[in-house]
């Protein structure tokens, strides 16, 4: 793993030229221990590149001025700190999302818990992002939670990554300080695979490098916050990506409409051209791309649209289209990292099921290989984990899925792992390896099909509807047998 750490010099290159505004939103992560100043740093930086009304201003300061917090000071993380039990405790709980723009940017900043108790809250935040600033307590260091934070940025694919040593004015701005943090930091993103690591001494109360530089740490000479997140490039897909449309569902009108609804989540389609469902093969050639504003000559990444063929394809909601040559895996077992987000630990007996970004796929099975140690970053063997470890697991599929890897195209990659018994989502993870023909893993596996439920969907025909309604029927069985601790696989009715 290469780590290319940004020199003060290149962090001040431009992006972007003065007075023109970028296209590409900045989404932002806020991380760390708590305590180290998640709120206030960004209260501050909101405070002063202009992202506060005038009554939201005076609010803040009469709410400072009635708490007297730290003196005469503005309590800057009011403007984050929402709900009441965040108040009361002084901690972030839940994930604050905050839009505003400067004359160079518009930025959508995401302000997550630093409590271990809420680290799921942190994941679920950290998924969105495009950088991520990683809060440091000048005090005391890097934290076990600094490296779970760190972890988990690198687990959801965030590449750059800007340390903030944040309170620099209580230990009389020490340079020497501030140096053997950001080594002790580097060495352990040595484990991950950030591009792009930026460190900014900081102090949130009193503004220094947040928006203005700082008079009392004259030896730094890179860039404050504002300027290196008004400069840094936001997370693009490459232009070569494949096209990948996971269908949300079939719409249908007069005169035969018959339409594929969903979400392009990478690569670019265009009218005339060869699609395929990339589970049953079946192809077609893309007639028209409909949208509620009137119909499109193509369609890319993060485009809601209608797709009309010129042949009908026995697909529903859960279907991948993809273009012809360079589909995902009809995968029925896959490699995954994930971490843990319920408060009742792995049970490898419990039911669970796979849910993609359209798709539910019941799982037959789920074991864990490893947990990562996060005094040491390295992995142990383990069978089993608990809420906020992040594992290394297996997990054999009821049904073959279409599926990327999560470094190759994230949005087709990643996952939840859902209670197939109350819905509840019980963790979030990234597919590392794929692999088809899970039929073969052993003998012991109960496979459900139409002779064996032939008691049950003896009422079916070969209609479509039908064929979805066995499919729903299997995997209520499915979900009762495997609640009892039975393998299953479902042999699709297609």
């Not at 809060?135 to 600094?146: E, N, S």
């Not at 309170?167 to 340079?175: A, F, H, L, N």
């Not at 093969?281 to 028209?288: E, H, K, M, S, V």
């Not at 989502?425 to 990234?430: F, S």
């Given at each position: 793993?290469t780590?290319?750490?940004?020199s003060q010099?290149e962090?001040l290159?431009?992006v972007?030229?003065?007075?023109d505004?970028?296209?590409?939103?900045?989404?932002?992560?806020?991380c760390?221990?708590v305590?180290?100043g998640?709120?206030?740093?960004?209260g501050?930086?909101?405070?002063?590149?202009a992202?506060?009304?005038d009554?939201q201003?005076?609010q803040?300061m009469?709410?400072?001025?009635?708490r007297?917090?730290?003196?005469?000071r503005?309590d800057?993380?009011l403007?984050l700190?929402?709900l009441?039990a965040e108040?009361?405790?002084g901690?972030?709980?839940?994930i604050?999302w905050?839009?505003f723009?400067?004359?160079?940017?518009r930025?959508?900043i995401?302000?997550s818990?630093?409590?271990?108790q809420y680290?799921?809250n942190?994941a679920t935040?950290?998924?969105?992002?495009?950088v991520?600033?990683l809060?440091?307590?000048?005090?005391?260091?890097?934290?076990?939670?600094?490296r779970?934070?760190?972890a988990?940025c690198?687990l959801v694919?965030?590449?750059?990554?800007?340390?903030?040593?944040n309170?620099?004015?209580?230990?009389?701005?020490?340079?020497e300080?501030?140096r053997?943090i950001e080594?002790?930091?580097?060495?352990l993103?040595?484990?991950f695979?950030f591009?792009?690591?930026?460190?900014?001494?900081v102090?949130?109360?009193?503004?220094a490098?947040?928006v203005?530089?700082s008079e009392?740490?004259?030896w730094y000479?890179?860039p404050?916050?504002l300027e290196y997140?008004?400069?840094?490039?936001a997370?693009?897909?490459?232009e070569?990506?494949?096209?990948r449309?996971?269908?949300?569902?079939v719409?249908?009108?007069a005169?035969?409409?018959r339409?594929y609804a969903?979400?392009?989540?990478?690569?670019?389609?265009r009218v005339?051209e060869r699609i395929v469902?990339?589970?049953s093969?079946?192809?077609?050639?893309?007639?028209?791309?409909?949208?509620m504003?009137?119909d499109l000559a193509?369609?890319?990444?993060g485009d809601?649209?209608?797709?009309?063929?010129?042949?009908?394809l026995?697909?529903?909601?859960?279907?991948?289209?993809?273009?012809t040559?360079r589909?995902?895996?009809n995968a029925?077992v896959i490699e995954?990292?994930?971490?843990?987000?319920s408060?009742?630990?792995?049970?490898?007996?419990a039911?669970?099921?796979l849910?993609?970004?359209?798709?539910l796929t019941p799982?037959?099975?789920?074991?864990v290989?490893?947990?990562?140690?996060f005094e040491?970053?390295?992995?142990t063997?383990a069978?089993?984990?608990?809420?906020?470890?992040?594992?290394?697991?297996r997990?054999?599929?009821?049904r073959s899925t279409?599926?990327d890897l999560?470094?190759?195209?994230?949005?087709?990659?990643n996952?939840?792992?859902?209670?197939?018994?109350?819905g509840?989502?019980?963790?979030?993870?990234?597919?590392?390896w794929v692999?088809?023909g899970?039929?073969a893993?052993g003998?012991?596996?109960?496979v459900?099909?139409?002779?064996?439920?032939s008691?049950?969907?003896?009422?079916?025909?070969?209609s479509?509807?039908?064929?979805?309604?066995?499919?729903?029927r299997?995997?209520?069985v499915a979900?009762l047998?495997?609640?009892?601790?039975?393998?299953?696989?479902?042999?699709?009715?297609r």
């Open positions: 793993m780590l290319a750490a940004v010099t962090a290159q431009p972007l030229q003065p007075g505004k970028s296209e590409a939103m900045l989404r932002l992560l806020t760390g221990s305590d180290d998640k709120s206030t740093l960004i501050r930086l909101l405070w002063d590149a992202g506060v009304t009554d201003r005076a803040v009469h709410a400072s001025h009635a007297a917090v730290n003196g005469e503005i800057f993380s403007l700190d929402g009441v108040r009361e405790q901690i972030t709980i839940d604050a905050r839009y723009e400067t004359e160079r940017r930025f959508v995401i302000d818990p630093g409590h271990e680290t799921r942190m935040g950290a998924s969105h992002a495009d991520a600033i809060l440091v307590d000048a005090r005391h260091g890097v934290k076990r939670q600094t779970r934070h760190a988990i690198n694919g965030i590449k750059k990554v800007i340390l903030a040593v309170k620099m004015d209580q230990i009389g701005w020490s340079e300080r501030y053997a080594e002790d930091f580097r060495s993103a040595g484990n695979s591009t792009d690591i930026t460190s900014i001494p102090a949130a109360l009193t503004g490098n947040v203005a530089r009392e740490m004259p000479g890179g404050t916050l997140l008004e400069s840094v490039e997370r693009t897909e490459p070569d990506a494949p096209f449309m996971p269908v949300q569902m719409l249908r009108a005169n035969d409409f339409g969903g979400t392009v989540t990478s690569g670019t389609i005339g469902d990339a589970r093969g079946l192809g077609a050639t893309l007639q028209r791309i409909s949208t504003d009137g193509s369609a890319s990444s809601a649209v209608t797709l009309v063929l010129d042949t009908d026995d697909i529903s909601r859960g279907a991948v289209l993809t273009e040559q589909r995902p895996t029925d995954a990292r994930l971490v843990w987000l408060e009742k630990p792995f049970d490898p007996e039911g669970y099921l849910r993609t970004a359209t798709d799982v037959t099975s789920v074991s290989s490893t947990l990562i140690d040491t970053l390295s992995s063997q069978h089993t984990c608990s809420m906020n470890d992040i594992a290394d697991c997990i054999l599929l009821g279409a599926l999560f470094g190759d195209l994230p949005l087709t990659g996952f939840v792992l859902v209670n197939a018994l109350d509840a989502t019980v963790a979030g993870g990234v597919i590392t692999q088809t899970a039929a893993v003998d012991n596996v109960l459900l099909d139409r002779a064996r439920l008691g049950l969907c003896a009422d079916l025909g070969d479509p509807e039908d064929r979805a309604e066995y499919d729903r299997a995997q209520e979900i047998l495997r609640s009892a601790g039975v393998p299953v696989l479902i042999e699709t009715d």
